[in-house]
């Protein structure tokens, strides 16, 4: 994927993924789109998966990353959004088959069930997997419509 926006986001709990992954975006080249949390003081998950919805939703951003304790809740907030496709990942695995099969436009991890390093090479392979889209399309079409 060529340099683009992409939005960070964060509660307390994924603060220190986040910055790391911050960093990693930077250095690769793109704008970094920082909705916060900026320390680990204690936030609300959902405040920060609707900032990111907002973001991906208006186009100041392409792709988005989410971290808090479990990855669980700031993906669901930012799953409420119909034109967000948040997708929780564990490994290398589950981030490129949300890209190729759900066409996934945010990734989410849980910082306290990834190491910082698994996480990294995620968000590398979420980044540069194309959406296969075929028979996923209709499928990921419906995702966004509102039920």
Avoid: W
């Amino acid at each position: 994927m060529a340099a683009a926006t992409i939005a960070v986001a964060s509660d307390h709990a994924g603060f220190d993924l986040k910055e790391v992954l911050k960093r990693d975006l930077e250095a690769a080249g793109h704008d970094v789109l920082d909705l916060g949390t900026n320390s680990n003081s204690s936030v609300d998950y959902p405040d920060f998966g609707q900032a990111m919805a907002e973001a991906i939703a208006s186009g100041k951003a392409s792709r988005g990353v989410l971290v808090c304790g479990s990855g669980i809740g700031i993906s669901i907030a930012a799953n409420r959004n119909p034109k967000v496709r948040a997708a929780l990942a564990h490994d290398v695995v589950s981030a490129r088959l949300s890209r190729e099969h759900n066409d996934a436009n945010v990734v989410a991890f849980g910082q306290r069930l990834i190491d910082v390093e698994t996480a990294r090479e995620a968000l590398k392979v979420f980044l540069s997997t194309p959406f296969e889209g075929g028979r996923h399309a209709a499928r990921v079409a419906k995702l966004s419509k509102e039920m």
